[in-house]
């Protein structure tokens, strides 16, 4: 850097710096420039490499750039100074690299020159390389930048094509990357993916033509490593959650890599809880059927349901998944189909343990488990199941009944609202689905208790609480309108009146005139 540009005393520029860095609102294009007349770049830049012994001075100078960058007017002098943004890639400073990789998403988001592509500049001036070894060898913070900065990349055309070489030769592509790099080089590759996964449909097929996605499988069968392994897991976990990338992922054998993980007894109990979340997240996604065929899904829910058998090692954790997903499994109405038709159905289960108060943790799954598969969440024309899987639903739920001492499935949920507040927002949402069923609504009928508690506004005192307890409340009062053998018997009329004023009050309402009322009392002094 030019003589011109030292300073022998950086003490104003720290003090500028600092109030420009630690400014409360947001900085614009006017504000930078301001302090770029003062404190030109160049000025800036040639501190930050020659006075970083003076303390606080790297840390204040790299936040003020940061801001800089992030305005348009900033963003815009960063091609002249990509050789900066080079030499900070390389740094020894882990806050010099973090702020290069910022620098390049700044000049990927901000930079509305035409004449300028940036991902022109990051080919000619070599940073993608760059941006790899930091996501390799940088602290967690420059990793996470350098994760920003190649999935803001990702997302042009010219930046795919830096990001998925058409020579799978070539020395940045991730799957090279990822073969000859340590665990966390790995795991950090892997994350990559997921990110860039998440970005659009087109990432996602350049992903899954790259054979990029079979590196999770892989990685997972060739490590003995316990926290690496878990953490491909926690990356697979993320990259079920993504709604696009449905159609990718069935077509490759994740599905049955998860199952046979699931049905394995020398797994670890961890492993197999993860796996099956993985498949729930998998199986509740709305488009899967189109790309998976029954069978694949019945061994999934087979291997999950031998998990639950009360022969098997009962770890609590273990069973508190295994019901979780098959929750999510029932969410859909195609999930819920064969888990009531399967033989024997893998949704008893789910009924014995939603009524049995060994566990709580395993009670409060197993509840909003089968609110899942009654359909609570889902649309009011896919509540109802077939012809099938309504008798098994019917039959389970008054068998676990007939093995209780409550004798019918009415007497089961009056145990339900009786618990604590959790166990009682799980027993609404099992309410608000089972009661579109006739059978279900005439045993509500048959319990004045239970349409106490549904219709007294102030059984709850939490937010949530009061919406799950009248959105049950809902569901009973049109049930009971959408039956005209229901809603034009006499001897049923003081219900339908009590419900539709419960209705009418609203979810938060405690008394009919209840209103806040101030509080006056006398101040006690010493």
């Not at 003062?38 to 303390?55: A, D, H, S």
């Not at 490593?225 to 054998?253: C, K, M, N, P, W």
């Not at 419960?502 to 009919?512: D, H, M, N, T």
């Amino acid at each position: 850097m030019n003589e011109e540009y030292s300073v022998d005393d950086p003490t104003q520029l720290l003090e500028a710096a600092s109030e420009f860095a630690l400014y409360p609102g947001s900085q614009n294009d006017t504000s930078a420039k301001e302090f770029l007349n003062r404190f030109p770049l160049p000025v800036i830049i040639n501190v930050l490499q020659t006075k970083g012994n003076v303390p606080g001075l790297e840390n204040t100078l790299v936040a003020c750039l940061e801001r800089i960058f992030n305005t348009k007017y900033g963003a815009a002098l960063i091609p002249q100074f990509m050789p900066f943004v080079q030499v900070g890639l390389k740094a020894d400073s882990q806050i010099v690299r973090s702020l290069a990789c910022k620098t390049v998403t700044c000049l990927l988001e901000h930079l509305d020159d035409n004449t300028v592509s940036p991902a022109r500049l990051i080919v000619d001036c070599d940073v993608y390389p760059l941006l790899l070894d930091c996501l390799l060898n940088g602290n967690e913070q420059v990793a996470a930048a350098s994760m920003d900065a190649i999935k803001k990349l990702a997302g042009s055309p010219e930046g795919m094509d830096i990001i998925f070489p058409a020579n799978n030769n070539e020395a940045t592509h991730l799957g090279n990357i990822a073969a000859r790099c340590s665990s966390l080089g790995k795991v950090r590759v892997l994350a990559l993916i997921v990110k860039l996964f998440s970005v659009s449909n087109l990432v996602a097929s350049a992903i899954y033509n790259s054979n990029l996605l079979n590196l999770f499988e892989a990685e997972i069968n060739n490590t003995s490593d316990t926290l690496v392994t878990l953490s491909v897991l926690e990356l697979l976990y993320e990259l079920a959650e993504i709604q696009h990338g449905t159609e990718f992922l069935s077509r490759t054998t994740l599905l049955h890599f998860l199952g046979s993980i699931i049905s394995s007894t020398s797994t670890e109990s961890i492993f197999r809880s993860r796996a099956m979340m993985i498949s729930g997240r998998l199986l509740s996604k709305e488009n899967i059927y189109m790309f998976v065929d029954e069978s694949s899904i019945k061994a999934v829910i087979s291997a999950i349901d031998k998990i639950l058998e009360p022969s098997e090692s009962q770890d609590t954790d273990e069973s508190e998944s295994a019901l979780e997903a098959l929750g999510q499994i029932g969410s859909l109405i195609q999930g819920a189909v064969l888990l009531l038709s399967s033989s024997p159905p893998a949704a008893r289960h789910v009924i014995d343990a939603a009524f049995n108060r060994q566990g709580h943790g395993k009670q409060l799954s197993a509840l909003h488990a089968l609110g899942n598969i009654a359909g609570e969440s889902r649309p009011e024309n896919k509540i109802i199941l077939n012809e099938v899987a309504e008798d098994s639903l019917r039959r389970l739920m008054y068998g676990a009944a007939s093995k209780s001492s409550k004798l019918t499935p009415s007497g089961l949920l009056v145990s339900v609202l009786h618990q604590d507040s959790e166990i009682r927002l799980a027993g609404y949402r099992v309410i608000t689905g089972l009661v579109a069923r006739l059978w279900f609504l005439m045993e509500i009928c048959s319990r004045q208790e239970i349409l106490n508690i549904v219709t007294d506004a102030s059984t709850e005192t939490t937010k949530i609480g009061m919406e799950a307890r009248y959105k049950c409340c809902q569901s009973i009062h049109k049930a009971f309108l959408s039956s005209s053998k229901l809603i034009n018997d006499p001897a049923l009329a003081g219900i339908v009146a009590k419900l539709q004023e419960a209705v009418r009050r609203g979810p938060y309402l405690g008394g009919k005139n209840a209103e806040a009322q101030p509080v006056v009392k006398t101040a006690e002094r010493f």
